[in-house]
């Protein structure tokens, strides 16, 4: 027995130098080239930084956070959890909601990211891994994306690393403020995205196997799970809980590939796999095989540095140390494949798992920099460093396409083109579009919604009555979108579900006006349904008039009706008979 522990004890001496260390020159080199990796990581996100608003973006501005009473509407009727939003009222309001305002707090969540992720890496393999971990983030599209977009995903995925930071110190000292801080970012990182629970049920498992962990660990994830389960539970009594989505899908094991082999290195900048001609088609499959080899060479290399003590160190011990970067990195798509299996159908787009990508990084770079032979350290990197700046230069050219997400139509420019428009009557400009063009809110305050009671027309029926008497229902109608009483004085926006020529004739009737504008979004809609309605109206002129960037606008006009001629009738009398 006491052979046994002596072995394990000797196998685990090489992983104390350097994990939580860096003091060493070799060290002191490492954090340079960090610094000079986060410095790379700003100028690549740099670019487009300040690129107009699209929809999901303006969650973060006072057009949908003006006031604690809208605030308090997002809370109950947003399908997301509502940490994000909460940052976001207080943020906006001591740094404003410009767009780079807004999208300053992403940025920052995605460097200090980058830095946890270098520190894992050193805490799993030794300061060598931790370069190659922090390049591997810095040119990924997909942590570039969300490290410029005004949305919850860069700050989750510092949350996660920062609980796991965490983590390790709670396993090292177990200080009562490591347990607090640990709770506190556990609960923040649950309340910015529901599938976070799956973490902290994991974290907690690798707690079991340490008495001294074991029973704060739980006593936290208990009171989390029962905090979140109370929310979810009101709004789904409210009918305000919305668990499916149409644009959502399920997750499978070719869902699972395509997450961490296609999304997470492409970040869809290379295009769908079946439409690569043969030649890229077959190298990029080289690459992403042989970086499945360095993730699974990687994770089985990593291990936590255990805890010097007098005593053998418990087998469960070294075991929880040596699987905890695979838990972490499998543990959500693992919960994923069980909620598909349980039925569920419509719960997962590739952002919802991008809180893996830091682990998956550090197994990448701890696999490439695991091995002995210089020549294989330096072929490895360089594979990676190369396929990136392929992958980078692709996803920069096609800044007008889709590739991790939608790309950002040009909003500013038609809202300043709107502005200059004048009405033949004086009144409001009419803007007509299939989808919301909510963004024109944002860059004009004239600008107002006028589909759905806010500035006195007709309010859209609701789906059913439950929806009308829920507290769904009731947040929408008390806590309106707008509140602004400028809106609607320079421009007035209609939103139709469906292309409706004989509602845009009772728009125009109420809005005493005879010509209109449309908007629609070409990164969106392949097909103008709206301007084909109208076109196949004879009683409107279309014209086009203006494209920025992924927009067109038309002008339509209503064509007066040519007077009737009146009907021929003989004035003089015929003779009788």
């Not at 140390?321 to 695979?326: C, P």
């Not at 809202?415 to 409001?428: E, L």
Request: charged share 20%; hydrophobic share 50%.
């Amino acid at each position: 027995m006491n052979r046994r522990h002596g072995h394990e004890a000797s196998h685990s001496k090489p992983n104390l130098k350097g994990r939580d260390d860096f003091a060493t020159s070799d060290a002191r080199s490492y954090n340079a080239l960090l610094v000079a990796l986060v410095a790379l990581a700003l100028a690549l996100r740099l670019p487009g930084f300040n690129e107009s608003l699209w929809y999901d973006e303006l969650w973060s501005t006072r057009v949908i956070l003006s006031s604690v009473e809208a605030l308090m509407r997002v809370i109950g009727t947003d399908p997301h959890p509502p940490f994000y939003p909460v940052i976001m009222f207080i943020w906006i309001r001591i740094f404003g909601d410009s767009e780079i305002s807004v999208r300053m707090l992403p940025l920052m969540c995605g460097l200090l990211t980058i830095v946890l992720t270098a520190r894992l890496a050193a805490a799993y393999s030794g300061p060598r891994a931790a370069p190659v971990a922090a390049l591997i983030m810095a040119i990924s599209p997909a942590h570039i994306w969300y490290s410029q977009e005004a949305r919850q995903y860069s700050l989750l995925l510092l949350l996660l690393t920062s609980c796991t930071w965490a983590f390790h110190k709670i396993r090292q000292s177990h200080a009562r403020r490591w347990y607090a801080a640990y709770a506190i970012l556990a609960l923040c990182l649950v309340l910015t995205h529901y599938f976070a629970i799956a973490y902290v049920f994991a974290f907690t498992l690798l707690a079991l196997p340490d008495r001294r962990a074991r029973t704060r660990m739980l006593g936290i994830v208990g009171a989390i799970a029962c905090v979140l389960a109370t929310y979810l539970a009101v709004r789904w009594r409210f009918a305000a809980l919305q668990a499916q989505l149409g644009h959502l899908r399920g997750f499978g094991i070719a869902e699972l590939w395509k997450l961490m082999f296609e999304w997470y290195v492409t970040g869809g900048a290379l295009g769908r796999p079946e439409h690569r001609v043969f030649p890229v088609q077959l190298g990029v499959l080289v690459v992403q095989l042989v970086l499945l080899a360095l993730v699974v060479r990687g994770l089985n290399r990593a291990e936590v540095a255990p805890v010097p003590t007098a005593s053998p160190e418990p087998r469960w011990d070294r075991l929880a140390r040596r699987w905890e970067l695979t838990l972490l990195l499998m543990v959500l798509p693992v919960a994923l494949l069980t909620l598909g299996l349980l039925g569920a159908k419509r719960f997962y787009i590739e952002r919802s798992a991008i809180s893996g990508l830091p682990f998956f990084a550090i197994a990448l770079g701890i696999g490439a920099t695991s091995f002995r032979s210089a020549r294989w350290r330096a072929l490895s990197v360089g594979l990676i460093a190369g396929f990136g700046i392929v992958v980078l230069a692709n996803y920069y050219a096609k800044a007008d396409r889709a590739t991790v997400g939608l790309a950002h139509p040009d909003w500013r420019a038609a809202a300043q083109w709107i502005r200059r428009q004048k009405s033949p009557s004086q009144r409001p400009v009419v803007v007509i579009s299939i989808r919301p063009a909510v963004e024109l809110l944002y860059y004009d305050s004239g600008f107002g919604l006028a589909e759905r009671g806010q500035l006195g027309g007709a309010s859209a029926p609701p789906a059913d009555e439950r929806e009308a008497r829920s507290i769904r229902g009731r947040l929408k109608r008390r806590f309106p979108i707008t509140v602004d009483s400028l809106r609607g004085t320079r421009g007035r926006i209609y939103h139709l579900p469906a292309p409706d020529v004989s509602r845009i004739k009772s728009i125009l009737d109420r809005e005493e006006a005879s010509e209109f504008f449309v908007v629609t979004n070409r990164f969106i809609t392949e097909r103008d349904r709206l301007r084909d309605a109208i076109a196949a109206d004879q009683s409107f002129n279309v014209e086009a008039i203006f494209e920025p960037r992924g927009l067109r606008l038309l002008r339509v006009r209503e064509i007066a009706a040519a007077p009737q001629p009146e009907p021929f009738t003989n004035s003089r009398s015929e003779p009788s008979g």
